[in-house]
T-cell receptor, first 112, second 113 residues
């Protein structure tokens, strides 16, 4: 079992729809979770982080965390073609230091 | 506010050669982490430097080594390059205290022929 798993996609949604991106993790002790966006040929860009169970909203983005189910998701409302990118879920490793463990990413395509 | 910078942006080497990649962290940050991202994969943690010491290391061979300088900048060295070392090398900076959120530089794309 991989430490952080994401559906590779592509996830195709029409412009204006809600895109839902999911991620599961294996280490029950994990406490910090991050979503990064990566455009083709570019480096990852931080979108959001979440530490507590429940929802956290920032503009069109909502991160959801369920530690009991070891599940974290990212919702993008009113999706735009400019949101087309690969979305990386990252989990902070346990053990006192902050290495990030990444999933392979989900490719999102928003079509007009 | 200067973000994370990396140099060079692109590099082509041949098998067996050695390479040095450089990173300057975001202003105010004191911790540098290095990641390797192969095509179609998520970044893989190589190691992390804080106070000029390697404090955590991922599953990479000793051919991968690093250094952190007193001004918090860092270098990644890879010896005896293999074809499989071709990847995007990412540097991320953070604060050792606080939220520890990591911010990535633009990366160095290394091609080994």
């Amino acid at each position: 079992q991989k430490e952080v798993e994401q559906n590779s996609g592509p996830l195709s949604v029409p412009e204006g729809a809600i895109a839902s991106l999911n991620c599961t993790y294996s280490d029950r002790g994990s406490q910090s979770f991050f979503w990064y966006r990566q455009y083709s040929g570019k480096s990852p860009e931080l979108i959001m982080f979440i530490y507590s169970n429940g929802d956290k909203e920032d503009g069109r983005f909502t991160a959801q965390l369920n530690k009991a189910s070891q599940y974290v998701s990212l919702l993008i409302r009113d999706s735009q073609p400019s949101d087309s990118a690969t979305y990386l879920c990252a989990v902070k490793g346990t053990g006192g230091y902050n290495k990030l463990i990444f999933g392979a990413g989900t490719r999102l395509a928003v079509h007009p | 506010d200067a973000g994370v910078t990396q140099s060079p942006t692109h590099l082509i080497k041949t098998r067996g050669q050695q390479v040095t990649l450089r990173c300057s962290p975001k202003s105010g940050h004191d911790t540098v982490s290095w990641y390797q991202q192969a095509l179609g994969q998520g970044p893989q943690f190589i190691f992390q430097y804080y106070e000029e010491e390697e404090r955590q290391r991922g599953n990479f061979p000793d051919r991968f080594s690093g250094h952190q300088f007193p001004n918090y900048s860092s270098e990644l060295n890879v010896n005896a390059l293999l074809l499989g070392d071709s990847a995007l090398y990412l540097c991320a900076s953070s604060l050792a205290s606080g939220q520890e959120t990591q911010y990535f530089g633009p990366g160095t794309r290394l091609l080994v022929l």
